[in-house]
């Protein structure tokens, strides 16, 4: 049994250690999520996240040891960014054709769920530093923890928000729109995809794509959109206020 | 290796993205300014179908990526422990809000641009 702890004490500080958890439950996760028909409290990211959270609370790693390893992975969020190019520029034409009702859709959607996040966090009197954390909630992690930082919030925390919104979206975002009569036409799969990518980013998309391909493309656009929007216009108004 | 060569334009457009965010003082984060980059280099074959192999890839599992960030969650138990509830709310409401919003904003204005 000593030889045991003394592997484990070894293993658990290496680099190696992090990386292996983080691919291996995720890859068990999305294995799972599979087999659950793709049902949305089977995400994988939350479950993931919750295991190895509560695998390190309970056996004592802590957070950097982990990110040690799990770091390469969070790397790969800055080229991921940069790759949101490529389904922009694969739908050029319909953003072409389309470009004032989805620009102004992006911008509408993505000040509501901005402007809702800070007016409820203001309303619930939460600490200044957490209502700025929740304002950029709804634009992906990477680029959550960047406008944070800018405007004053806490970088770590706004990543974290970001991740739970995109897991509320994908979660809660069939029953949403079934709720608001949204269609499942070519057209509604375009708003309910558009809407999952500016309110909920990537996990949104990357929900949209498992359901509808066009919901997919659609909530890429939005995703990327929102980045670009929300990164200009965030820190913008808040200089202004 | 097409796949490589994608990851290597990827990671050389972040690069400059990075540089003109900071040297120039952009409102952007770097990788926005590489993102912006690749859609203009998108237009040279030489880019295209390096970068559309790997993008594909990287982009179907995009959710893997939040995993580390997802976790970092444990190092503000304080915080979640006082405002756990409230935040959560704030979370669920507003996502509810930005994805009602988007939703229909987008189904008004498509019927409004398809009249037009």
């Known amino acids: ?241 | 290796m097409q796949a490589l060569r994608g990851f290597a334009w990827l990671l050389v457009l972040q690069s400059a993205g990075e540089l003109a965010s900071r040297g120039l003082h952009l409102p952007f984060p770097g990788p926005v300014v590489g993102l912006v980059l690749l859609l203009i280099a998108l237009n040279v074959p030489l880019v295209r179908e390096p970068v559309g192999a790997c993008a594909d890839f990287l982009l179907s599992h995009l959710s893997l990526l939040f995993v580390p960030v997802g976790v970092g969650v444990m190092t503000h138990l304080d915080l979640v422990g006082e405002y756990g509830g409230r935040m959560l709310l704030v979370i669920v409401l507003s996502t509810w809000i930005g994805l009602a919003v988007t939703a229909l904003a987008l189904r008004a204005l498509m019927k409004h641009h398809r009249k037009e």
């Open chain 1, 1 to 241: 049994m000593p030889k045991f702890v003394e592997l484990w004490v070894y293993l658990s500080s290496t680099p190696l250690f992090g990386l292996t958890a983080t691919i291996a439950l995720y890859a068990l996760a999305q294995a799972a999520y599979v087999r659950l028909q793709q049902a949305p409290w089977a995400n994988p990211v939350l479950w993931t996240v919750v295991a190895i959270a509560a695998f390190l609370l309970i056996t004592g790693v802590p957070y950097p040891t982990y990110f040690s390893g799990a770091q390469f992975i969070h790397f790969l969020l800055g080229p991921a960014v940069v790759a949101l190019a490529w389904p922009l520029w694969q739908r050029r034409a319909e953003l072409r054709a389309r470009w004032a009702p989805l620009l102004l859709a992006a911008l509408i959607g993505g000040a509501a769920a901005a402007g809702s996040a800070w007016l409820l966090g203001q309303a619930l009197r939460l600490p200044n530093d957490v209502v700025l954390s929740l304002t950029t909630k709804s634009v992906t992690a990477p680029v959550a923890m960047g406008v944070a930082e800018k405007i004053g919030g806490i970088p770590a925390l706004a990543a974290v928000f970001a991740v739970l919104t995109g897991i509320v979206g994908a979660l809660s975002g069939k029953y949403l729109f079934d709720l608001l009569r949204i269609s499942t036409t070519p057209a509604g799969w375009m708003a309910r995809g558009f809407a999952l990518g500016t309110a909920a980013h990537g996990i949104g998309a990357a929900r949209s794509l498992q359901v509808n391909a066009d919901a997919g493309a659609y909530a890429g656009l939005a995703l990327g959109l929102q980045v670009v929007l929300a990164s200009l216009l965030i820190p913008l108004v808040f200089r202004l206020l």
